[in-house]
């Protein structure tokens, strides 16, 4: 491992002996269980949007498909709208509407030429339409057990959602590891110019890697209607910004080529054991996002010194 890619884990670990070290509810067990908690969603859709930026892409359709498959699961499942009792059928077709939207963000971007900055906004808002459509001025409550105890049921002390996050950073790491849509994605992000000279057709892992990157959304959509009991057509507020961030954060880079689901599962945490050290030791909330803000900077410098002085521009 470089010194570069430890320089992220470092952090995590200076910076929660920091805080464990300040204050004594910290460096609690519970405290811990409540971080890694918390921390689930993010850690789910940090995965998706992580495979977009290791092709040099952006993706802001998060908050549309999250909110989109938050009220599709909290209508096909048992809910005060309707007689549906879908289940985990039900949580499989909202995770497929999701892949879809993000088909959607793949085609226009490989089709249409329109950079993918603006092919996912427009996706985003898309989302956010089915999702006002589908809620229809009356907010789905859901009464159902088994999508509800994903949050409040706990194994070996962590609840079910933590552990779903664990499994989706382990599933999207064997796909960036071992899968060819996760060496391509590598390899569209360092030089795609040379893969497409090679006779590899980019397009279709493009196209692939926004639909695998919307299933990840879909599923955080999922497991914020389970934390909250009810559809809700903000399920994805912020996640995008939040997602963005933890990936750079953790040292996957934003031009693409480098990094990967464990640099942004760290990158996670890392923002997590900052954000509720903070909290803790009384810092206002007004000067959280600063600071954050300021973290993202420096950590996007530090990756990318070593690109400007190879190719002497700044883009």
């Known amino acids: 491992m470089s010194l570069r890619d430890a320089g992220p884990p470092i952090a995590l670990v200076v910076i929660f002996g920091f805080f464990a070290a300040i204050s004594s509810e910290f460096r609690t067990f519970g405290n811990v269980q409540g971080m890694l908690d918390q921390a689930a969603v993010l850690a789910v859709v940090t995965c998706g949007i992580t495979f977009v930026l290791m092709m040099g892409s952006i993706d802001l359709s998060a908050p549309g498909i999250m909110g989109a498959s938050s ?30 939207l993000g088909c959607l963000s793949g085609l226009a971007l490989v089709l249409l030429k ?17 999702a006002t459509l589908l809620f ?27 552990w779903i996050a664990i499994a989706c950073v382990f599933v999207g790491y064997l796909i960036q590891r071992y899968s060819r849509l996760g060496r391509y994605a590598f390899a569209i992000g360092g030089a795609e110019e040379v893969l497409s000279l090679s006779g590899v057709k980019v397009a279709p892992y493009k196209v692939a890697v926004f639909t695998l990157a919307g299933a ?4 955080g959509g999922v497991m914020v209607t389970s934390q909250l009991g009810a559809g809700l057509v903000q399920a994805g507020d912020g996640y995008d910004f939040s997602a963005i961030t933890a990936a750079v954060v953790g040292g996957t880079l934003l031009t693409g080529g480098r990094g990967g ?3 942004s599962a760290v990158g996670v945490l890392l923002i997590t054991v900052l954000t509720t050290g ?7 909330p007004l000067w959280q996002g600063g600071v954050q803000g300021l973290i993202v900077v420096a950590a996007v410098a530090a990756a990318v010194v070593p690109l ?3 190719n002497q521009v700044t883009k």
């Open 278 to 284: 903070l909290v803790q030791v009384g810092v206002d």
């Open 216 to 219: 990840f959304y879909g599923l």
């Open 308 to 310: 400007r002085r190879r």
């Open 114 to 130: 329109v950079p993918s900055f603006m092919t996912t906004l427009g996706v985003s808002a898309v989302g956010l339409g089915v």
């Open 261 to 263: 689901v464990l640099h």
């Open 136 to 162: 229809n001025r009356v907010q789905p409550n859901i009464p159902d057990s088994a999508l509800k105890s994903l949050a409040s049921d706990r194994l070996l002390g962590f609840s079910h959602l933590t």
């Open 71 to 100: 009220i599709a699961v909290a209508l096909l499942v048992v809910n005060n709208r309707n007689d549906n009792d879908l289940g985990l059928i039900g949580i499989l077709i909202a995770v497929a509407l999701a892949a879809g």
